[in-house]
């Protein structure tokens, strides 16, 4: 079995590197779900036997972007993480600091705001006080998206953007399903 590691140089290849059997070409005249974006033309589901991973982590299913040429235009990736911290950690410590953050509802309760919708008057600047999330809060926020990575290197825009998707228990376990997004 083929393994493949993805990360941002995945915009620099072409899709036939990658395509195979097990992947499901999406029609967009057809309504499917796939638990995936309307704008990915290819869905690599759970279950198969293909192997990616995104920094040393299994990826668990994925949808891509393919140009009429075969350029990879953005990548979708599932994650399931187990130690999320640690996940975080190395993510940063790669990647650097995120650009940008989506607070959650989670976090502004944290330290004592509401959403704007719960908020009579509301204006940008009552967030003003608000803490900078610190590594230890990613885990708690919607998005948290990188701009411009490795830019020097791939010659070209690439954004990542992690989003949190809701944690499950599994035999005691706390896990986090993560999804890594990679595009131009």
Do not use: C
């Not at 990736?77 to 975080?88: E, N, Q």
């Not at 940063?92 to 330290?111: A, C, N, Q, W």
């Not at 411009?148 to 809701?166: C, G």
């Amino acid at each position: 079995m083929q393994q493949f590691n993805i990360d941002e140089n995945i915009l620099n290849r072409s899709f036939s590197d990658y395509e195979s059997e097990y992947f499901i070409k999406i029609d967009q005249e057809e309504m499917h779900d796939y638990e995936i974006s309307y704008h990915y033309n290819y869905y690599y589901p759970s279950g198969t036997p293909f192997n990616f991973s995104f920094m040393k982590h299994r990826v668990s299913k994925a949808g891509f972007a393919v140009a009429k040429d075969k350029s990879i235009e953005q990548v979708v990736l599932y994650l399931k993480i187990f130690d999320i911290d640690m996940f975080y950690k190395d993510l940063v410590k790669r990647y650097g600091k995120p650009e940008t953050t989506s607070i959650s509802k989670f976090y502004l309760e944290k330290h004592g705001y509401k959403i704007p919708s719960e908020t009579d008057g509301f204006n940008e600047n009552s967030y003003d006080s608000l803490p900078t999330p610190l590594l230890k809060d990613f885990k708690n926020l919607r998005n948290v998206t990188w701009y411009e990575v490795n830019d020097s290197v791939n010659k070209i825009e690439t954004n990542l953007i992690v989003r949190n998707k809701p944690s499950n228990i599994i035999l005691g376990t706390q896990t986090h399903e993560v999804e890594i997004t990679f595009r131009r």
